[in-house]
C-alpha cells in the first residue's frame, strides 16, 4: 500500500485512535487535522501522532486519500458544506458516526454519493476526547462500511484494507441495516444502563444505601452510563424511529417478566434465565463484537502492604504483560479479592500456571 494523506475533521476519542491506529500500523501515513479543541491538535503533534495542525477546514484538506468526519453529527452538515469545494475527484469522504442515515441523506443533497463510504468503529469508552485515544481501541472490533450505492467497488475494497490493515474487522451493510442492528446492540443498551441509574438514584434512601453498596453487577451492566450526554442525546435524537421501536418492543416484554415474577412461574422465569445465559454465553465464544471476549482470573490475596504489587511483580518477572488490575470490592458475583485482565488466552493461561506454582488460589470464570 502506497503512503497515504489522511486529514481528520475532529480529533476526539474516535478520530484520535484511528490516527494513532494509522501512525501505528502505517507509520509513513501523513496525517492532518482540525479540531476546535486546539489543546488536543498540540498533544497529538508534541506525540507526533499528526503531521500538521490545520486552524480551519482549508486548502491542506485537497491532497487528501480519505478524510474522516469525526466532529459531533450535528456539524456533519456545515463542515461537509465546507470541503465540498476542496474535494479532490479521487478523496474518499467517511465519517465515524453509530448513526448512518442522517449523514447518508445529507451526502446525497450534496451530490457527494460517488465519494462517500460510511463508517462506524464498533468501539468505544466511557471515557472521551482524545486524551483517552489510543491505537488499540480498534484492535479487534468490528468496523461497519456503509458505502453510498455510487462508490466505486475499488474504492470500497481499498477501505475495507485500510480497515483491516489497522487490526479492526470490517463488515459492510446498508445504512437503514446498520441503524436498526446499533440500535439493538448498542443504542438501546445505553439507554437502559442509565435508565437503571436514574431508577436507583430516585429510589434511595436520604442516607443512600443502595449507592453505597452499588457495586458488582450493578456496576458491571450500567458502566455504560458514564458515557459523553451529549453523544447520547445525539444519537437518540438521529436515530429516534429505530431506538424507540426497539425500546417499547422492550417495555412490553420487561412487562412479560414482571407477570411471570408476580404469578410465581418458576418455568418461566428458569426458561428467561436460562435462554439468556445461553445466547450471552455464546458471544464469549467469539474475538470480536459489540462484547469482547475476557481473559481473566480473580486471585485471593493478603489484606496487607504489599500484596498487589508482589503480584505485578511477579508476573512481570515472567514477562506476562497485565491489561487491567482492580480489588473486588464486592464480592457478589465472583470469587478472589483481585480481578487481572490480561491481553489474550496464552499470557492468560501462562498467569494461570506461574500463580499456582507459587501458591496463589486462583478462580477462572
Not at 462500511?145 to 490493515?165: F, I, N
Not at 487490526?167 to 445505553?190: F, Q, R
Not at 407477570?259 to 465464544?285: K, M, Q, V
Not at 475476557?294 to 511477579?314: C, H, M, Q, R
Request: hydrophobic share 40%.
Amino acid at each position: 500500500m502506497s503512503a497515504l494523506t489522511c486529514g481528520f475533521i475532529g480529533l476526539g476519542l474516535i478520530g484520535g485512535s484511528i490516527a494513532k491506529a494509522l501512525r501505528l500500523r502505517l507509520p509513513d501515513t501523513k496525517l492532518i487535522a482540525y479540531d476546535i479543541n486546539a489543546a488536543s491538535l498540540e498533544l497529538a503533534k508534541k506525540e507526533k501522532v499528526i503531521d500538521q495542525i490545520c486552524p480551519d477546514i482549508n486548502d491542506a484538506f485537497r491532497g487528501c486519500d480519505y478524510i474522516f468526519l469525526c466532529a459531533p453529527v450535528s456539524h456533519n452538515a456545515e463542515n461537509l458544506l465546507t470541503l465540498k469545494s476542496l474535494l479532490s475527484p479521487d478523496t474518499i469522504l467517511t465519517d465515524v458516526g453509530s448513526v448512518k442515515t442522517g449523514i447518508h441523506r445529507q451526502i446525497e443533497e450534496l451530490h457527494l454519493q460517488s465519494q462517500f463510504i460510511g463508517g462506524h468503529p464498533m468501539a468505544g469508552s466511557e471515557r472521551f476526547g482524545y486524551q483517552n485515544a489510543k491505537a488499540s481501541l480498534l484492535e479487534n472490533a468490528y468496523y461497519i462500511l456503509t458505502p453510498s450505492d455510487e462508490v466505486p467497488s475499488e474504492k470500497v475494497d481499498a477501505y475495507r484494507k485500510l480497515v483491516e490493515t489497522i487490526g479492526a474487522i470490517p463488515l459492510v451493510l446498508s445504512y437503514g441495516e446498520h441503524d436498526y442492528v446499533t440500535a439493538a446492540i448498542s443504542h438501546l443498551p445505553h439507554v437502559v444502563a442509565a435508565s437503571l441509574v436514574n431508577l436507583v438514584k430516585s429510589s434511595d434512601s436520604e442516607d443512600g444505601v443502595m449507592k453505597m453498596i452499588a457495586a458488582g453487577g450493578f456496576k458491571d451492566i450500567t458502566r455504560i452510563a458514564s458515557s459523553s450526554p451529549e453523544m447520547w442525546q445525539q444519537i437518540c435524537l438521529t436515530n429516534a424511529e429505530n431506538i424507540s421501536k426497539l425500546l417499547r418492543t422492550y417495555m412490553q416484554y420487561l412487562g412479560g417478566i414482571a407477570d411471570y415474577i408476580d404469578g410465581h412461574e418458576a418455568d418461566s422465569l428458569y426458561s428467561f434465565f436460562e435462554t439468556a445465559r445461553n445466547y450471552r454465553e455464546s458471544f464469549i465464544s467469539a474475538p470480536s463484537g459489540p462484547i469482547k471476549a475476557e481473559y481473566v482470573f480473580t486471585i485471593d490475596i493478603a489484606d496487607k502492604p504489599g500484596s498487589i504489587a508482589a503480584i505485578a511483580s511477579l508476573l512481570a518477572m515472567h514477562d506476562v504483560s497485565i491489561k487491567n488490575i482492580g480489588i473486588n470490592h464486592n464480592r457478589e458475583l465472583a470469587e478472589g479479592a483481585l480481578r487481572i485482565e490480561f491481553y489474550s488466552q496464552d499470557t492468560l493461561a501462562r498467569a494461570e500456571e506461574i500463580m499456582t506454582e507459587h501458591g496463589y488460589k486462583i478462580h477462572t470464570r
